[in-house]
């Protein structure tokens, strides 16, 4: 279309072509360095991340965040999607404070005008644990499933705080061992639970009663979790 009217010369078909192809090979390669490459600047510019993250907190406005209140329990909720707000709201409404950590300003500001704790940072910097309180927080939950270094997250947790629960979910069936050998207390995978509630559909909708139904859940649960590779292990 450029070249029928004559914006664009004879051979810039070619070279889009050819720049279009380079970007569609370079960009998954930039994908999967950009934590390494995020680590490095950090550790090479730390005055700057400072400085960005006070910048940050400026743009969010109001006061910083909500102080820790003297809540027996408190936890730390990564990420706040569908599954994070039903968790967060959960955890309330039984007496547990909870924390949210959150990467979208826009949602941490909403919160924070909400009166909740919440924290606008990367979960994977030691500096926005330990402002979301993580010595303190009896459990931790990754909320999304497709949290980035979900399995480092977890070790530096446990660093800091030995006496953690964390909760994680995974949308594979193949990720439990991983997660359950850096120490995560339970794991919900999306997989198994998709497989679960789609076969009490079927079994209620055929007449099943309901120890039937139970018996046929805890079966593919069992049958699910079994082929997980030895070390997994019991995951929900």
């Known amino acids: 279309m450029g070249r ?50 006070r910048r940050m907190e400026e743009t969010i406005g109001g006061s910083s965040h909500k102080a820790p209140s003297s809540a027996e329990h408190r936890a730390i909720v990564i990420g706040y999607g569908p599954v994070g707000q039903t968790v967060a709201r959960l955890l309330r409404e039984n007496q547990i404070e909870p924390t949210i950590v959150e990467l979208n300003v826009q949602t941490v500001q909403r919160l924070r005008s909400e009166g909740v704790r919440a924290i606008y940072g990367d979960a994977m910097r030691v500096e926005t644990l330990m402002e979301a309180g993580i010595t303190h927080a009896n459990a931790l939950v990754l909320s999304a ?65 309901s120890e039937q139904i139970d018996r046929e859940r805890d079966r593919v649960r069992t049958t699910l979790f079994s082929a997980v590779p030895t070390g997994a292990g019991t995951a929900h």
């Not at 030995?162 to 339970?186: C, I, M, N, Y």
């Open 4 to 53: 029928q009217l004559n914006i664009l010369p004879e051979n810039a078909s070619n070279i889009l072509v050819a720049a279009a192809i380079l970007t569609i090979t370079i960009n998954p390669l930039l994908y999967r360095a950009g934590g390494a490459m995020e680590k490095w600047f950090e550790r090479a510019t730390p005055g700057f991340t400072r400085w960005l993250h």
């Open 145 to 209: 499933s497709n949290i980035r270094n979900g399995r480092e997250l977890v070790a530096q947790a446990h660093k800091l705080n030995p006496r953690l629960r964390v909760l994680a979910r995974t949308a594979f069936l193949s990720e439990l061992s991983q997660l359950k050998e850096v120490g995560v207390d339970a794991v919900f995978s999306g997989e198994g639970e998709v497989a679960m509630a789609m076969t009490e559909y079927m079994l209620r909708n055929f007449g099943a009663t």
